[in-house]
Each structure stands twice: as C-alpha cells, then as structure tokens.
T-cell receptor, first 113, second 113 residues
C-alpha cells in the first residue's frame, strides 16, 4: 500500500510569488490535514479537509488556502510569499477522522528568498 | 481548546539506559493522546496512541506511555534505548472525533555511546 505522497519535495520561491503544494493520501483515506513545521514554532496546524470540505482550520492568514478533490488528493496554496513562510509543510492522511490516527508524508521543504 | 507542553526540548541519555519523555496536556473535553517520532528528513510516524480503555499503552519499537488523567500527563518511556532511537519525539492531543490534532514543540532524544 503506497504511503502519503507529497510533491514536490523541495521548492525555492521568491518573496511575493505564490506556490502550490500537492498531497496524495493513502488510498481509501478521506481526511487530509496540513501542517507547517519550523524550528521556532514546531508543528502548527493549517487546515483539514474531509470529503472535499474544510472541517478544521488553524490560525493562519488568508494567504494560506487549500482544497481537496473528489479523489481525496489535496493541494495547499500560499500567495504573496514572505520570508517567514520558509518551512517544512507536512501533509497527513486519515481513514475517517484525523483524530484517531494520521499518516504523514515526507513533506515539502519550501524556501522563500 | 487543547494544548500540549513537552517539558524538555532535548534529552541526552546513554545507550541501553532507560528514558522518559514528558508530556502534559490541557483540554476541556475528553482527549485522544498520541506520540509521534520524526527521524531526520522524514515525516512523522505514529509510535502509540491513547483513545480509551487501559491507561498503559504499548507502542512500536519498545515504547510505552501512561495516561494519567489527574495529572493531565502522557509521558513516554522506554526501558533501554538504542542508538537508532535518536530522533525528535512529538506528543499530540485531539479533543476527540472530528477534532484536529495539536502537537507539542517536540523533544530531541540524543543517545550517547
């Protein structure tokens, strides 16, 4: 069974640009959650999607957005990039509800210059 | 709202010695509790989880944790560590079904030869 796949693994973007990250969950999983990991703040919850609907949302500005497709694949978008957006972005998938067990991808390392 | 405090940012321990990584949580509702491990340049992997039932939870790689409701703690233990246990460990809490998972800031476990 394939695990959670995140693409791309590494990205370098310039301030002011926008970026789209992709996450393919484990087959059959309907919940996808996104996290931002930085050395100073640790793992911070961005949002969770379940069956194409946003179910939970963290405390991030509106520049951070996401969506989920009918095949459960998810994308997150960050517009008007800032230097502080440099981080490891992790995606996690769950069979039903994220609160019982989440399986993580290897992450996308975003560097904003 | 739920929150998690990991009391130690780094824990050094000699190989084959026991280790305890401390975690305290706050929640106004029943909780689900988790410990995840992150190896360098990897995503997170679930070590163990407490959803209900027995307060002593056994996980993978010889780890176990005990849920203590009166002390709002969920400390992780291993009786004898190995060099391969070098990683960062994250305690996490969820307020229950359909709630998001909130992570602590992590504890780096350093195994000394």
């Amino acid at each position: 069974k394939a695990g959670v796949t995140q693409t791309p693994r590494y990205l370098i973007k310039t301030r002011g640009q926008q970026v789209t990250l992709s996450c393919s969950p484990i087959s059959g999983h309907r919940s996808v959650s996104w996290y931002q990991q930085t050395p100073g703040q640790g793992l911070q919850f961005l949002f969770e999607y379940f069956s194409e609907t946003q179910r939970n949302k963290g405390n991030f500005p509106g520049r951070f957005s996401g969506r989920q497709f009918s095949n459960s694949r998810s994308e997150m978008n960050v517009s008007t990039l800032e230097l502080g957006d440099s981080a490891l972005y992790l995606c996690a998938s769950s069979l039903g509800t994220a609160s019982t067990e989440a399986f993580f991808g290897q992450g996308t390392r975003l560097t904003v210059v | 709202a739920q929150s998690v405090t990991q009391l130690d940012s780094q824990v050094p321990v000699f190989e084959e010695a026991p280790v305890e990584l401390r975690c305290n949580y706050s929640s106004s509702v029943s909780v689900y509790l988790f410990w995840y491990v992150q190896y360098p340049n990897q995503g997170l992997q679930l070590l163990l989880k407490y959803l209900s039932g027995s307060t002593l939870v056994k996980g993978i790689n010889g780890f176990e944790a005990e849920f203590n409701k009166s002390q709002t703690s969920f400390h992780l233990r291993k009786p004898s560590v190995h060099i391969s246990d070098t990683a960062e460990y994250f305690c996490a809490v969820s307020g229950g079904r359909d709630d998001k998972i909130i992570f602590g800031k992590g504890t780096r476990l350093h195994i000394l030869p």
